[in-house]
């Protein structure tokens, strides 16, 4: 029974498209995460929420739009793909009283052509 | 400088091999020290979770933190091509911190 499940696991589209990245926790955890890993493996957080509401928003464009309908799903709207966006995107979540202890899932293997 | 920096290797070792892995990190106020794996394809799971400085062990894995020069290690003893992935460290300063920041990670590999 996967904890934390992101579909789907690989994603090709052409530059200027839209797509959309789902992910859901059945961990009763109450902050999920959106992270972009780069092809040199590094790790960076684009967003969290807790408890549905937004709590970080780094540096990201605003082609890339979260959305938290409840605290077991985080969704990843993406707008105009460009080329740059092509990465591994990851969902986390964990418990807000001990947020060191990510759970993540798979990834999303995105390819933007 | 970037907030966490770490080698990124690759490091390749024969099995039964002791294997040291290491960050140094910049922001003073970082409280918590993490270890994380990644094997191929896969996503980052939480390995070791230390609180400020000392060591903590689990098998054969032991997390040293040392804040005064602001490094954080990784030792795993007696190596096994299971440990073959990728090693990442972390950070944040807890309170309303919800941000972990990322070394880059290290790729090892253990040869049988």
């Known amino acids: 029974d996967t904890a934390v499940s992101q579909t789907p696991k690989y994603l090709v589209t052409q530059m200027g498209n839209d797509k959309s990245i789902k992910c859901e926790q059945n961990?009763?955890?109450?902050?999920m995460y959106w992270y972009k890993q780069d092809s040199k493996k590094f790790l960076k957080i684009m967003f969290s929420y807790n408890n549905k509401e937004l709590i970080i928003n780094e540096t990201v464009p605003n082609r890339f739009s979260p959305k938290s309908p409840d605290k077991a799903h985080l969704n990843l709207h993406i707008n105009s793909l460009e080329l740059g966006d092509s990465a591994v995107y990851f969902c986390?979540?964990?418990?807000?009283?001990?947020?060191?202890?990510?759970?993540f899932g798979s990834g999303t293997q995105l390819s933007v052509l | 400088q970037k907030e966490v920096e770490q080698d990124p290797g690759p490091l390749s070792v024969p099995e039964g091999a002791i294997v040291s892995l290491n960050c140094t990190y910049s922001n003073s106020a970082f409280q918590y020290f993490m270890w994380y794996r990644q094997y191929s394809r896969k996503g980052p799971e939480l390995l070791m979770y230390t609180y400020s400085s000392g060591n903590k062990e689990d098998g054969r894995f032991t997390a040293q933190v040392d804040k005064s020069s602001k490094y954080i290690s990784l030792f795993i003893r007696d190596s096994q091509p299971s440990d073959s992935a990728t090693y990442l460290c972390?950070?944040?300063?807890?309170?309303?911190?919800?941000?972990?920041?990322f070394g880059k990670g290290t790729l090892l590999t253990v040869n049988p």
């Open positions: 972390a950070t944040h300063s807890g309170g309303s911190n919800y941000k972990l920041t």
């Open positions: 986390a979540s964990s418990q807000s009283i001990d947020r060191a202890k990510l759970f």
């Open positions: 961990l009763g955890h109450d902050t």
